[in-house]
Protein backbone atom coordinates (compact mmCIF):
# COMPACT_ATOMS: atom_id res chain seq x y z
CA UNK A 1 0.00 0.00 0.00
CA UNK A 2 0.74 3.54 -0.28
CA UNK A 3 3.91 4.52 2.37
CA UNK A 4 6.25 7.32 3.71
CA UNK A 5 8.24 6.31 5.48
CA UNK A 6 10.39 9.15 6.77
CA UNK A 7 13.92 9.36 8.74
CA UNK A 8 14.36 9.28 12.41
CA UNK A 9 14.57 12.04 15.44
CA UNK A 10 17.08 14.70 15.09
CA UNK A 11 18.72 17.01 17.66
CA UNK A 12 20.36 20.50 16.65
CA UNK A 13 21.77 23.84 18.11
CA UNK A 14 20.49 26.80 17.61
CA UNK A 15 21.64 28.40 13.99
CA UNK A 16 22.53 24.51 12.89
CA UNK A 17 20.23 23.57 9.50
CA UNK A 18 18.41 19.96 9.84
CA UNK A 19 17.12 17.74 6.96
CA UNK A 20 14.57 15.36 6.47
CA UNK A 21 13.88 12.46 4.31
CA UNK A 22 10.76 10.94 3.15
CA UNK A 23 10.44 7.78 1.31
CA UNK A 24 7.82 6.73 -0.99
CA UNK A 25 6.58 3.28 -1.76
CA UNK A 26 3.58 1.85 -2.97
CA UNK A 27 2.43 3.95 -5.83
CA UNK A 28 3.98 6.26 -8.79
CA UNK A 29 6.75 8.46 -6.70
CA UNK A 30 6.85 11.01 -9.90
CA UNK A 31 3.15 11.01 -10.41
CA UNK A 32 2.24 12.98 -7.20
CA UNK A 33 3.90 16.15 -5.20
CA UNK A 34 5.13 16.06 -1.75
CA UNK A 35 3.89 18.47 0.92
CA UNK A 36 5.84 19.08 4.45
CA UNK A 37 3.65 20.12 7.95
CA UNK A 38 5.28 20.64 11.20
CA UNK A 39 3.46 20.64 14.70
CA UNK A 40 4.78 22.54 17.32
CA UNK A 41 4.14 21.28 20.79
CA UNK A 42 0.59 22.52 22.16
CA UNK A 43 0.65 24.35 18.49
CA UNK A 44 -1.40 23.27 15.20
CA UNK A 45 -0.39 22.11 12.19
CA UNK A 46 1.54 24.51 9.87
CA UNK A 47 2.41 23.94 6.22
CA UNK A 48 5.86 24.23 4.69
CA UNK A 49 5.86 23.50 0.83
CA UNK A 50 5.05 20.85 -1.49
CA UNK A 51 7.72 19.81 -4.33
CA UNK A 52 6.89 18.30 -7.73
CA UNK A 53 8.69 14.87 -8.06
CA UNK A 54 8.93 14.90 -11.42
CA UNK A 55 10.20 18.36 -12.34
CA UNK A 56 11.87 19.52 -9.33
CA UNK A 57 9.93 22.28 -8.70
CA UNK A 58 9.00 23.45 -5.37
CA UNK A 59 6.46 26.42 -3.94
CA UNK A 60 6.97 27.16 -0.06
CA UNK A 61 4.93 29.44 2.46
CA UNK A 62 5.93 32.24 2.92
CA UNK A 63 6.88 32.31 6.78
CA UNK A 64 9.74 29.72 5.76
CA UNK A 65 11.05 31.54 2.07
CA UNK A 66 14.27 31.48 2.53
CA UNK A 67 15.18 29.22 5.25
CA UNK A 68 13.57 25.98 3.74
CA UNK A 69 14.82 23.76 0.73
CA UNK A 70 12.78 20.67 -0.26
CA UNK A 71 14.85 18.40 -3.08
CA UNK A 72 14.37 15.07 -4.77
CA UNK A 73 16.33 11.24 -5.54
CA UNK A 74 13.94 10.34 -8.02
CA UNK A 75 16.42 7.08 -8.25
CA UNK A 76 15.38 6.28 -4.56
CA UNK A 77 12.14 7.80 -4.51
CA UNK A 78 12.78 9.72 -1.70
CA UNK A 79 12.23 13.64 -0.94
CA UNK A 80 14.32 15.66 1.33
CA UNK A 81 13.32 18.71 3.09
CA UNK A 82 16.27 20.97 4.54
CA UNK A 83 15.87 23.77 7.32
CA UNK A 84 18.47 26.55 8.31
CA UNK A 85 19.03 28.89 10.88
CA UNK A 86 17.06 27.16 13.40
CA UNK A 87 16.01 28.27 16.56
CA UNK A 88 13.79 26.78 19.16
CA UNK A 89 10.86 27.95 17.76
CA UNK A 90 11.12 24.93 15.12
CA UNK A 91 11.56 22.45 17.25
CA UNK A 92 8.19 20.40 16.10
CA UNK A 93 7.35 17.01 14.55
CA UNK A 94 7.58 17.17 11.11
CA UNK A 95 5.57 15.07 8.37
CA UNK A 96 5.82 14.92 4.61
CA UNK A 97 2.27 14.07 2.87
CA UNK A 98 1.38 13.57 -0.50
CA UNK A 99 0.06 15.76 -2.44
CA UNK A 100 -2.16 16.01 -5.18
CA UNK A 101 -5.02 18.02 -7.01
CA UNK A 102 -5.84 20.11 -9.94
CA UNK A 103 -4.84 23.42 -10.14
CA UNK A 104 -3.68 24.65 -13.21
CA UNK A 105 -6.02 28.07 -14.41
CA UNK A 106 -8.07 25.50 -16.64
CA UNK A 107 -9.62 23.59 -13.61
CA UNK A 108 -13.18 24.12 -13.39
CA UNK A 109 -12.46 24.34 -9.71
CA UNK A 110 -8.83 24.54 -8.41
CA UNK A 111 -7.72 22.42 -5.31
CA UNK A 112 -5.24 20.65 -3.90
CA UNK A 113 -5.14 18.53 -0.68
CA UNK A 114 -3.08 15.71 0.77
CA UNK A 115 -4.32 12.47 1.40
CA UNK A 116 -0.96 9.89 2.62
CA UNK A 117 0.96 11.37 5.73
CA UNK A 118 4.47 10.18 6.39
CA UNK A 119 5.34 8.51 10.11
CA UNK A 120 6.26 11.66 11.01
CA UNK A 121 10.28 13.00 12.82
CA UNK A 122 10.85 14.87 16.00
CA UNK A 123 13.13 17.52 15.21
CA UNK A 124 14.33 18.92 18.61
CA UNK A 125 16.49 22.64 18.73
CA UNK A 126 18.19 23.05 21.83
CA UNK B 1 -3.09 33.08 12.88
CA UNK B 2 -4.46 30.87 10.92
CA UNK B 3 -6.00 31.73 7.65
CA UNK B 4 -9.05 29.38 8.43
CA UNK B 5 -11.41 30.27 11.54
CA UNK B 6 -11.75 26.90 13.81
CA UNK B 7 -13.32 26.81 17.35
CA UNK B 8 -10.19 25.98 19.72
CA UNK B 9 -12.42 23.25 21.37
CA UNK B 10 -15.15 21.41 21.28
CA UNK B 11 -16.45 19.14 23.55
CA UNK B 12 -19.73 16.26 23.73
CA UNK B 13 -20.72 13.32 25.33
CA UNK B 14 -20.65 9.61 24.08
CA UNK B 15 -23.54 9.20 21.61
CA UNK B 16 -24.24 13.00 20.52
CA UNK B 17 -23.51 14.65 17.57
CA UNK B 18 -20.91 17.14 17.34
CA UNK B 19 -19.69 19.59 14.76
CA UNK B 20 -17.30 21.85 13.76
CA UNK B 21 -16.82 24.83 12.04
CA UNK B 22 -14.87 26.44 9.39
CA UNK B 23 -14.75 29.79 8.73
CA UNK B 24 -12.94 31.65 5.15
CA UNK B 25 -13.05 33.83 2.19
CA UNK B 26 -14.21 34.05 -1.10
CA UNK B 27 -10.44 33.28 -2.58
CA UNK B 28 -10.11 30.03 -0.45
CA UNK B 29 -12.73 28.10 0.56
CA UNK B 30 -15.14 30.15 -1.63
CA UNK B 31 -13.47 28.95 -4.80
CA UNK B 32 -12.54 25.78 -4.21
CA UNK B 33 -13.09 22.25 -2.05
CA UNK B 34 -12.59 21.56 1.83
CA UNK B 35 -10.37 18.97 3.09
CA UNK B 36 -10.68 17.73 6.70
CA UNK B 37 -8.13 15.90 9.03
CA UNK B 38 -8.00 13.84 12.17
CA UNK B 39 -4.71 14.03 14.09
CA UNK B 40 -4.22 11.88 17.14
CA UNK B 41 -1.61 12.26 19.31
CA UNK B 42 1.40 10.31 18.25
CA UNK B 43 0.38 9.23 15.21
CA UNK B 44 0.41 11.07 11.44
CA UNK B 45 -2.67 12.83 10.71
CA UNK B 46 -5.63 11.16 8.35
CA UNK B 47 -7.99 12.43 5.72
CA UNK B 48 -11.39 12.30 7.49
CA UNK B 49 -13.24 14.36 4.28
CA UNK B 50 -12.61 15.27 1.14
CA UNK B 51 -14.15 17.53 -1.29
CA UNK B 52 -16.22 19.12 1.07
CA UNK B 53 -18.06 15.99 1.63
CA UNK B 54 -16.65 12.74 0.47
CA UNK B 55 -15.31 10.15 3.00
CA UNK B 56 -11.99 7.79 2.26
CA UNK B 57 -12.84 4.38 1.96
CA UNK B 58 -12.30 3.18 5.76
CA UNK B 59 -13.77 6.49 7.20
CA UNK B 60 -17.04 5.65 9.18
CA UNK B 61 -19.86 7.26 7.77
CA UNK B 62 -20.60 9.01 11.59
CA UNK B 63 -18.39 11.27 10.04
CA UNK B 64 -19.76 14.08 7.54
CA UNK B 65 -19.10 17.24 6.08
CA UNK B 66 -20.67 20.16 4.40
CA UNK B 67 -19.82 23.41 3.00
CA UNK B 68 -21.86 26.75 2.17
CA UNK B 69 -20.26 29.52 0.16
CA UNK B 70 -17.28 30.61 2.58
CA UNK B 71 -17.83 28.44 5.24
CA UNK B 72 -17.50 24.54 6.19
CA UNK B 73 -18.91 21.95 9.06
CA UNK B 74 -17.73 18.62 9.99
CA UNK B 75 -19.71 16.65 12.02
CA UNK B 76 -19.52 13.64 13.82
CA UNK B 77 -22.41 11.60 15.17
CA UNK B 78 -22.89 8.86 17.29
CA UNK B 79 -19.63 10.05 19.09
CA UNK B 80 -17.15 7.57 20.25
CA UNK B 81 -14.17 7.82 22.88
CA UNK B 82 -12.27 7.03 20.01
CA UNK B 83 -12.79 10.34 18.41
CA UNK B 84 -11.11 12.62 20.77
CA UNK B 85 -8.25 14.12 18.65
CA UNK B 86 -7.40 17.39 16.94
CA UNK B 87 -9.54 18.27 13.94
CA UNK B 88 -8.17 20.12 11.20
CA UNK B 89 -9.91 21.94 7.98
CA UNK B 90 -8.01 22.91 4.83
CA UNK B 91 -8.22 24.28 1.87
CA UNK B 92 -6.26 25.85 -1.31
CA UNK B 93 -5.37 29.16 -1.50
CA UNK B 94 -3.75 30.46 -5.05
CA UNK B 95 -0.50 28.07 -4.76
CA UNK B 96 -0.69 27.28 -1.51
CA UNK B 97 -2.36 25.27 1.26
CA UNK B 98 -4.21 26.94 3.81
CA UNK B 99 -5.28 25.42 7.45
CA UNK B 100 -7.49 26.20 10.35
CA UNK B 101 -5.99 26.32 13.56
CA UNK B 102 -7.57 23.02 14.49
CA UNK B 103 -10.32 22.33 17.20
CA UNK B 104 -9.70 19.72 19.93
CA UNK B 105 -12.50 17.38 20.52
CA UNK B 106 -13.10 16.14 24.20
CA UNK B 107 -15.27 13.40 24.36
CA UNK B 108 -16.39 14.11 28.35
Keep these: QEQLVQSGAEVKKPGASVKVSCKASGYSFINYDINWVRQATGQGLEWLGWL????G???YAQNFQGRVTMTRDTSIATVYMELSSLTSGDTAVYYCARGLGCTSPTCLIRYYYMDVWGTGTTVTVS | QSVLAQPPSASATPGQTVTIS???ASYNIGSSYVYWYQHLPGTAPKLLIY???QRPSGVPDRF?????GTSASLAISGL???DEADYYCATWEDSLIVL???TKLTVL
Design chain 1, 57 to 59: NTG
Design chain 2, 51 to 53: RND
Design chain 1, 52 to 55: NPNS
Design chain 2, 80 to 82: RSE
Design chain 2, 100 to 102: GGG
Design chain 2, 22 to 24: CSG
Design chain 2, 64 to 68: SGSKS
